[in-house]
Each structure stands twice: as structure tokens, then as C-alpha cells.
Nanobody, 117 residues
């Protein structure tokens, strides 16, 4: 059974940092591209960043470029999202997803990130 579990969300002040983790199980983690999404209250889910199976190629939403870094450790079946210089607009539930044939199909339960003073 495929399972994705996110962790690391918290309440943080503007300008602060957080690192999110996503642990995958039930599939061969190293074979799949992975994505981070977020959903703010009242808004649609949006892509934040994506990383290919080998961890070499990454893509970011314009709103997080130069502030967020996506990475992965295939030996630990884990993907990360390092978030720096956080802003109130970064508030939301962050989800990880497994990408299959160009579509993000399997999702975790999400972890809440709140940026507020």
C-alpha cells in the first residue's frame, strides 16, 4: 500500500525557516519524481516544487524561487522542503505527492504551516 507521510509543519514568524519532510513507503521511492503542493484557506491547491527521481532536476513556483529548496534522500525514502524567509502568504497545508506518468496521483495527509507574528 502506497503511503506518504508529511511532517515538520509549525507556526513560525515571518522571516523564519522550516523544513518539511515526506516519507514514502509501499513503492520504490527512488524510481519516482515527487512534488510538494500547498493549499491556502479558500484557495486551490498549487504546485510549490518538484524534483525528479534522481534528485538532479528541480522546478519551483515563481513565488518560492530563491527561498525554498526541494531535495531528497533516496536511501531514506524521504523528500524535503527547506523553506526560508517565510511570508504570511506561505501559510497553508503542505502536501507531498508521487508523480506517475506525468500526473501527481498519490497524496499524503498534509502538514500545516502557519506564518504569523
Amino acid at each position: 500500500q502506497v503511503q506518504l507521510v508529511e511532517s515538520g509543519g509549525d507556526l513560525v514568524q515571518p522571516g523564519g525557516s522550516l523544513r518539511l519532510s515526506c516519507v514514502g513507503s509501499g513503492f520504490t521511492f527512488r524510481n519516482y519524481s515527487m512534488s510538494w503542493y500547498r493549499q491556502a484557506p479558500g484557495k486551490e491547491r498549487e504546485l510549490v516544487a518538484r524534483i525528479n527521481s534522481g534528485g538532479i532536476t528541480t522546478n519551483y513556483a515563481d513565488s518560492v524561487k530563491d527561498r525554498f529548496t526541494i531535495s531528497r534522500n533516496n536511501a531514506k525514502n524521504t523528500m524535503y522542503l527547506q523553506m526560508n524567509s517565510l511570508k504570511p502568504d506561505d501559510t497553508g497545508v503542505y502536501y507531498c505527492a508521487r508523480r506517475i506518468s506525468g500526473t501527481d496521483r498519490d497524496w499524503g495527509q498534509g502538514t500545516q504551516v502557519t506564518v504569523s507574528s
